[in-house]
Nanobody, 116 residues
């Protein structure tokens, strides 16, 4: 059973930066395509994908974060990162990582709050 633990969230002013981390255990991480998702306040169970990194290292981003966010992975540490720059109020959300495209059980997420 894969376990996912996200960290690194917090309160940041608009225009600031944060770096999220997600460590996976219970599977062969290097064989996993990984994605970061987010769930804005009030959207209940709807998570939107924001960044994807394939096992070969190729990446893709949603139009809402492209140019501002950067996804990376360290297979030796079973960890995927999300570097978030030029944060906007609308980036406020709970952020989660998971396998892509077939999600495992979700971790607890990490909360990101962007203030004006």
């Amino acid at each position: 059973q894969v376990q996912l633990v996200e960290s690194g969230g917090g309160l940041v002013q608009a225009g600031g930066s944060l770096r999220l981390s997600c460590t996976a255990s219970g599977s062969i991480f290097s064989d996993m395509h990984m994605a970061w998702y987010r769930r804005p306040p009030g959207t209940e169970n709807k998570r939107e994908s924001v960044a994807l990194i394939m096992k070969d290292g190729s990446t893709s981003y949603s139009v809402f974060v492209k140019g501002r966010f950067n996804i990376a992975r360290d297979n030796a540490k079973n960890t995927v990162y999300l570097e978030m720059n030029s944060l906007k109020l609308e980036d406020t959300a709970d952020y989660y990582c998971n396998n892509y495209p077939h999600a495992f059980s979700w971790g607890q997420g990490t909360q990101v709050t962007v203030s004006s």
